[in-house]
């Protein structure tokens, strides 16, 4: 089994920053892909920031030159960066995991961590 666990959610004005973190605990050999997803209410589920196990990112336009994404492969941690942020950047960000444990890949979820920015 393996858990995903998010924190450095928060509330912050306008302009400022949030550094998220993602830890992985459990059965893991290796993870491959992370990712950090969004969800506003009453919206879809959003792709924020994707990074895999060879460093390679991906970004939504939205946030490309405001957010990084990086990780920690000792730790099995993804952070997620987060500067100059917006109110419309409000939502609970979770993120998401292929992991491999030396049976099979399956990808995992975390119960995400509030983020809210003020005007």
């Known amino acids: 089994q393996v858990q995903l666990v998010e924190s450095g959610g928060g509330l912050v004005q306008a302009g400022g920053s949030l550094r998220l973190s993602c830890a992985a605990s459990?059965?893991?050999?290796?993870?491959?892909?992370m990712r950090w997803y969004r969800q506003a209410p009453g919206k879809q589920r959003e792709l924020v920031a994707a990074i895999t196990s060879g460093n390679s990112t991906n970004y939504a336009d939205s946030v490309k030159g405001r957010f990084t994404i990086s990780r920690d492969n000792a730790k099995n941690t993804v952070y997620l960066q987060m500067n100059s942020l917006k109110p419309e950047d409000t939502a609970v960000y979770l993120c998401n995991a292929d992991v491999y444990n030396a049976w099979y890949s399956d990808n995992y979820w975390g119960q995400g961590t509030q983020v809210t920015v003020s005007s």
């Open positions: 459990g059965s893991i050999v290796n993870i491959n892909a």
